[in-house]
């Protein structure tokens, strides 16, 4: 069938009690729009979906903006109904819209597709679901012989009615040459005063349309957002969903309940996650590697055999087989580690290469840097890399050893087999296979007395 998509988001949300519209809080990392608006592509790949946008629009359109949509503004909030009318003049008579709420996030590409599949020609599909607790929803009204006569929604529904368990999800297929003919013909006399779409069921069933009912793969994806508590739900939902995916592929998770991904997670066999660990953006972890407790990952490659040990959090870094990081190591955007370097506690390192082998144990800041490989930086070495105005690099060479307390002022170039004595301050090149040191000669006052505490 020739499908046109329409994704509904133009409500504020007024329940979330936020300044920023509903469609964009995220869940899982993402907002809740994308959600639909990837699960729209999934079913039809070449068709770029309508969005209805409203409620801090430029927000949503800014935000959203590397989304391939069209956007069509409802400047007042009047309803779904008025909504979509909004969309329909972007849409041709012989085409059937299907009708997705930004708002129902998680709606699957599987489910939609046999609901496609399944809704016949010339005739309105609806996707219900039997929830436990209905409340606030809007119920699926049914006749003697099971057909659907009416949607009414929960505020404007008598006690028998609500206690039906079956529900709207908000989303439809809907052919658009009757769309155009009955969406105009709307009424607003109703507990919101708002222009229903669903009150297009009871127009629908005037005219002997046929009315097609579906049902999701799983009750989780027609789950709506109207407030925190629903939000903070099917986030938890979401995660044990994934976690599980990922303990089927063979993915040690010490607790799937403690355990977010809030992005693309790959990885290889056996690799063993610690609890409370929160994977976002792009996540790629070899084979046989460790993630320990509270680690925080953000665009990572990781390859075989690493350790991330507890607390560390690290963003935009690749880290070489063998390596291993932490407890406590901060790892930030440009952080290059080669194989089997060893980046110790309160460490912090950023846009820095790191050679094979090098060792970088404690209380380190390393900032735009090359290190070579072997090398031994000691405890509490800084890379003064920032006069106040530019950042400049700092150099280190194979098999240097930084003593500790040292501070580098970029640029400068430390050669390879130097020696930095502990506790210097390097503001010229080092060179190569020397022991260089600046600091005051030691010291000893014989006879020195400690001061003594004066008499009152
Ligand atoms: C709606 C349905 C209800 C269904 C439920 C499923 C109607 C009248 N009711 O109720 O039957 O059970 O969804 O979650 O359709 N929107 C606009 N413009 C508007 C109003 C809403 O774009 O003027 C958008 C919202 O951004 C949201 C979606 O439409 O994404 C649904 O609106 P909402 O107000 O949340 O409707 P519900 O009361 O949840
Ligand atoms: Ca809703």
């Given at each position: 069938m020739n499908l046109s998509t329409v994704i509904l988001a133009a409500g504020k949300g007024k329940r979330m009690y936020s300044e920023t519209p509903k469609v964009l809080h995220p869940l899982a990392g993402k907002t809740l729009l994308e959600h639909v608006v990837n699960s729209s592509y999934a079913v039809n790949p070449h068709h770029q979906p309508i969005v209805v946008y409203g409620h801090e629009g430029e927000k949503v359109k800014k935000t959203l903006?590397?989304?391939?949509?069209?956007?069509?503004?409802?400047?007042?909030q009047l309803g779904t109904g008025h909504a979509l009318l909004q969309a329909l003049t972007h849409i041709p008579d012989d085409h059937n819209v299907l009708v997705l709420y930004g708002d129902v996030p998680l709606i699957s590409a599987e489910t939609l597709k046999s609901f496609i599949d399944t809704t016949p020609k010339n005739s309105i599909g609806i996707l219900t679901a039997t929830f436990p607790d209905p409340?606030?929803?809007?119920?699926?009204?049914?006749?003697?012989?099971?057909?659907?006569?009416?949607?009414?929604?929960?505020?404007?529904?008598?006690?028998?009615?609500?206690?039906?368990?079956?529900?709207?999800?908000?989303?439809?297929?809907?052919?658009?040459?009757?769309?155009?003919?009955?969406?105009?013909?709307?009424?607003?006399?109703?507990?919101?005063?708002?222009?229903?779409?669903?009150?297009?069921?009871?127009m629908a069933v005037s005219e002997n349309i046929a009315i097609h009912s579906s049902q999701p793969g799983a009750y989780e994806e027609v789950l709506g957002i109207n407030d925190r508590v629903q939000l903070a739900k099917l986030e938890r939902q979401y995660q044990l969903r994934q976690a599980e995916k990922l303990l089927r592929q063979g993915v040690t998770l010490h607790d799937p309940a403690r355990f977010d991904l809030r992005g693309e997670l790959s990885v290889g066999s056996d690799v063993i996650i610690d609890i409370n660990v929160i994977i976002e953006g792009k996540v790629q972890i070899g084979n046989h590697c460790l993630i320990g407790p509270n680690c925080v990952l953000r665009n990572v490659i990781i390859g075989d055999h690493v350790e991330i040990k507890a607390n560390s959090v690290i963003d935009g870094a690749e880290i070489a087989e063998g390596?291993?990081?932490?407890?406590?190591?901060?790892?930030?955007?440009?952080?290059?580690?080669?194989?089997?370097s060893h980046i110790g506690n309160f460490v912090e390192i950023k846009n820095s290469e790191i050679g094979t082998g090098t060792k970088v144990n404690h209380l380190t800041y390393l900032g735009d840097s090359d290190v070579g490989k072997n090398v031994n930086v000691g405890a509490g070495t800084i890379t003064c890399n920032y006069d106040g105005i530019n950042k400049h690099r700092t150099t280190i060479g194979d098999d240097a050893f930084i003593g500790s307390n040292s501070q580098l002022v970029a640029p400068v170039t430390i050669g390879a087999g130097a020696t930095i004595g502990a506790g210097s301050t390097i503001t010229r090149d080092a060179p190569a296979h020397q022991l260089t040191l600046s600091r005051g000669q030691q010291r000893s006052i014989e006879n020195w007395q400690r001061p003594k505490k004066k008499e009152s």
């Open positions: 903006a590397h989304l391939n949509v069209a956007w069509v503004e409802q400047s007042q409340s606030g929803l809007g119920r699926i009204i049914r006749n003697k012989e099971g057909q659907i006569t009416q949607i009414i929604e929960d505020k404007d529904s008598t006690d028998a009615q609500r206690r039906i368990q079956e529900i709207n999800s908000g989303i439809y297929i809907l052919p658009a040459n009757l769309l155009k003919k009955w969406l105009p013909q709307l009424q607003n006399q109703n507990a919101q005063k708002e222009y229903y779409l669903t009150d297009i069921i009871a390596c291993s990081v932490g407890p406590f190591a901060r790892l930030r955007p440009g952080t290059v580690l080669s194989p089997r």
